[in-house]
């Protein structure tokens, strides 16, 4: 796919500001902080329109407001585990949480939770 000039551009200038905001170090784990906490949302929201669920029905499964599943679904921020099992037996799926080493560079600080499932057939 070719992108037209203009856009090519708008990029090369995101990933300019981008490359300047991440090179400090804090920035960067927040930056990488929030980007995990959107893909959390994202899987979610993602898993819940595969099993064509309304943010309703999925709530309604996990014992759980529609309002708080819109907003783990678009700003996930400090959710706890025992909601996660909630959102993830409501989805027939399986809650996995796992520690992974990171890169040296990174290890210092942070820490990172990534959420993966396994959908029973």
């Not at 905001?21 to 959107?38: F, G, I, P, S």
Request: hydrophobic share 40%; aromatic share 4%.
């Amino acid at each position: 796919m070719s992108w037209p000039e203009e856009d090519k551009k708008i990029m090369t200038r995101w990933n300019r500001y981008y490359r300047k905001q991440t090179e400090n170090e804090n920035m960067r784990r927040l930056v990488e902080d929030e980007l995990a906490n959107l893909r959390l949302g994202a899987q979610i929201a993602r898993l819940r329109k595969q099993a064509r669920l309304s943010q309703t029905q999925l709530a309604a499964r996990a014992q759980m407001s529609a309002p708080k599943i819109s907003v783990i679904e678009s700003k996930p921020k400090d959710v706890k585990v025992g909601t996660l099992a909630r959102i993830a037996q409501a989805l027939d799926s399986e809650l996995e949480i796992r520690f992974k080493p990171r890169a040296r560079a990174a290890a210092h600080g942070a820490c990172s939770v990534r959420w993966s499932h396994d959908v029973r057939t």
